[in-house]
T-cell receptor, first 115, second 113 residues
């Protein structure tokens, strides 16, 4: 079974630009969550999509948005990039149930650098 | 305010000995806890989880202990192997919050042979 695929792996943008990151979940998984990892803050939850609907959202500004398609693939968009948006963006897929048995499988991430 | 804390940024252990990684939390509403391991240039990999109604869960060399009264959990790795060298993250979730997880900042484990 193929794992979670994130594209691109690396991205360099300048302040003010916008960026779109893509995540293809494991086949059969209906939930996709996005996390931002920075050295200072660690891994922080951005949002989760389940069956094309945003089910949960973390404490990030509205510049961060996402969507999920009918095949469960998800995209994350960041508009008006700031230097502080430089981070590793991780996508995780799961079957979507909650609780200790809901294992999330992570992709390798997209490393975004904002200059 | 950090709801999940891993107070030790790093831990060094000899091969064959026990590794104990610790995690404290402040939110008594957490329903379950997980441990993930991360190698450089890879995404986190699930290791083991525990429901808040249990105090221990075991899977091979990995055991997680939960002390709800102390709001503390720990991951024991016995015996430690050089391939266990990685960053370990503790994470917690609430059933009503879907699959959203709150992560600690991680502990880097180094196992020397």
């Amino acid at each position: 079974k193929a794992g979670v695929t994130q594209t691109p792996r690396y991205l360099i943008k300048t302040r003010g630009q916008q960026v779109t990151l893509s995540c293809s979940p494991i086949s059969g998984h209906r939930s996709v969550s996005w996390y931002q990892q920075t050295p200072g803050q660690g891994l922080q939850f951005l949002f989760e999509y389940f069956s094309e609907t945003q089910r949960n959202k973390g404490n990030f500004p509205g510049r961060f948005s996402g969507r999920q398609f009918s095949n469960s693939r998800s995209e994350m968009n960041v508009s008006t990039l700031e230097l502080g948006d430089s981070a590793l963006y991780l996508c995780a897929s799961s079957l979507g149930a909650t609780g200790a048995k809901n294992i999330q499988y992570f992709g390798a991430g997209t490393r975004l650098s904002v200059l | 305010d950090q709801q999940v804390k891993q107070n030790s940024p790093s831990l060094s252990v000899q091969e064959g000995r026990i590794s104990i990684l610790n995690c404290d939390y402040t939110n008594s509403m957490f329903d379950y806890f997980l441990w993930y391991k991360k190698y450089p240039a890879e995404g986190p990999t699930f290791l083991i989880s525990i429901s808040s109604i249990k105090d221990k869960n075991e899977d091979g060399r990995f055991t997680v202990f939960l002390n709800k009264s102390a709001k503390h959990l720990s991951l024991h790795i016995v015996p430690s192997q050089p391939g266990d060298s990685a960053v370990y993250f503790c994470a917690a979730g609430v059933n009503q919050a879907g699959t959203a997880l709150i992560f600690g900042k991680g502990t880097t484990l180094s196992v020397s042979s």
